[in-house]
């Protein structure tokens, strides 16, 4: 896999109760590289409530850990591994400047193929200090022009 892509994920949270709450999905063109043992996609994908503006989005894979560095009308950069515990600060640019996050990464699965990489990620999120949600991410890479399994 080399050059453009297709970065999909799909995201499901869990409310406090243990009930399915809002799910998301994004689906965007992207730009992949093989870069020092590491892949790295950038992609780019609309704001809501104002899609002529952009969140610049880097995605970072190695063998154990994922990250995502996100810039423009949200900052923040989230790292995922398992067993891991990551502290970190959501900048928005309206409201508040910025909400310290913790993610605690409690399954982390990474399956390469030649065309594709799927990812799955289930961590719990805090927020000031608070528990406040479990969530499950599923991101998929793929050569674009070819379907992913």
Same mark, same amino acid.
């Given at each position: 896999?080399?050059?453009?892509?297709?970065?999909?994920?799909?995201?499901?949270?869990?409310?406090?109760?243990?009930?399915?709450?809002?799910?998301?999905?994004?689906?965007?063109?992207?730009?992949?590289?093989?870069?020092?043992?590491?892949?790295?996609?950038?992609?780019?994908?609309?704001?809501?409530?104002? #899609?002529?503006?952009?969140?610049?989005?880097? &995605?970072? !894979?190695? %063998? @154990? *850990?994922?990250? =995502?560095?996100?810039?423009?009308?949200?900052?923040?950069?989230?790292?995922?591994?398992?067993?891991?515990?990551?502290?970190?600060?959501?900048?928005?640019?309206?409201?508040?400047?910025?909400? #310290?996050?913790?993610?605690?990464?409690?399954? &982390?699965? !990474?399956? %390469? @193929? *030649?065309?594709? =990489?799927?990812?799955?990620?289930?961590?719990?999120?805090?927020?000031?200090?608070?528990?406040?949600?479990?969530?499950?991410?599923?991101?998929?890479?793929?050569?674009?022009?070819?379907?992913?399994?």
């Amino acid at each position: 896999m080399n050059g453009n892509v297709i970065v999909t994920i799909k995201g499901l949270e869990y409310e406090l109760d243990g009930s399915a709450g809002e799910e998301i999905e994004t689906c965007q063109p992207g730009v992949y590289k093989f870069l020092q043992g590491k892949h790295i996609i950038t992609y780019e994908e609309p704001c809501e409530g104002n #899609p002529r503006e952009s969140v610049h989005n880097l &995605l970072k !894979i190695n %063998e @154990d *850990t994922v990250s =995502i560095l996100r810039r423009g009308q949200i900052d923040t950069n989230m790292v995922f591994k398992e067993g891991y515990h990551h502290s970190g600060t959501y900048g928005i640019v309206y409201g508040a400047s910025s909400l #310290p996050f913790d993610i605690k990464t409690s399954h &982390l699965a !990474i399956a %390469e @193929d *030649t065309d594709c =990489i799927n990812i799955e990620i289930n961590y719990s999120l805090g927020l000031g200090g608070s528990y406040i949600s479990r969530r499950t991410v599923c991101i998929n890479i793929h050569s674009a022009g070819i379907l992913p399994d």
